[in-house]
Each structure stands twice: as C-alpha cells, then as structure tokens.
C-alpha cells in the first residue's frame, strides 16, 4: 500500500504559476506509473498528466504547453508545475498511482487527499 500526499495548492490569478508536490510512502512495487488527477466543482475527475517508470509522459489535450509532471524516484515524489493558469483549471488536484488491472490495462492504486487549487480571473 502506497500513502500520497498532495501539498503546494492555493489561490492564484489567471496566467499565474503554481507547483504541486505529492510525497509518497509505502511499498512501491508494482506501480507502473504515477499521475495527477483534477476534479472540478459538478464534474467527473479526470487525468490531468501521468509519468511512467521510465520517464515518458503523457497529458490531456487542455493542459499540454502549459503544465508539466515530473518524478525524483530517489525522494518518492512526484511534481505537477502548472504555468499559465486559466480559471477553468480551478479544481482539487489528486495524485495518484498506476497499477495493472487486467492484462494490457491499468487502474488506479491509490489517491491522496487532494489539495485545491482556485485560480482566479
């Protein structure tokens, strides 16, 4: 079992910067990858970015240019840096870890707790 959590969220402007930081604890094995997660207000939670073992990265449409994810492997921490933020990008940011389902799919392992992030207008 893996415990995640989610520090760095906070209120910003529009076009503004925020780094968010997951530390994580626990036995490691088997996770294939780490990602961030966002749920807005009224919305379902979705993928935000999400870092394999070996580095390579993935993001939704909505976020690319503007966010990126990276991972210390010898800290246990995992990085979200969010730049030019947009208030649509207002929500509860989750770090999550990546494990294998049934053969060729993945699910979630565990979730932190979540840490807001509101940008403002």
């Known amino acids: 079992q893996v415990q995640l959590v989610e520090s760095g969220g906070g209120l910003v402007q529009a076009g503004g910067s925020l780094r968010l930081s997951c530390a994580a604890s626990?036995?490691?094995?088997?996770?294939?990858?780490m990602a961030w997660y966002r749920q807005a207000p009224g919305k379902q939670r979705e993928l935000v970015a999400g870092?394999?073992?070996?580095?390579?990265?993935n993001y939704a449409d909505s976020v690319k240019g503007r966010f990126t994810i990276s991972r210390d492997n010898a800290r246990n921490m995992v990085y979200l840096q969010m730049s030019s933020l947009k208030p649509e990008d207002t929500a509860i940011y989750y770090c999550a870890t990546i494990v294998p389902d049934q053969p060729g799919t993945f699910r979630v392992g565990s979730w932190g707790q979540g840490t807001q992030v509101t940008v403002s207008s």
């Open positions: 870092i394999a073992r070996d580095g390579n990265t």
């Open positions: 626990g036995t490691f094995f088997g996770i294939n990858a």
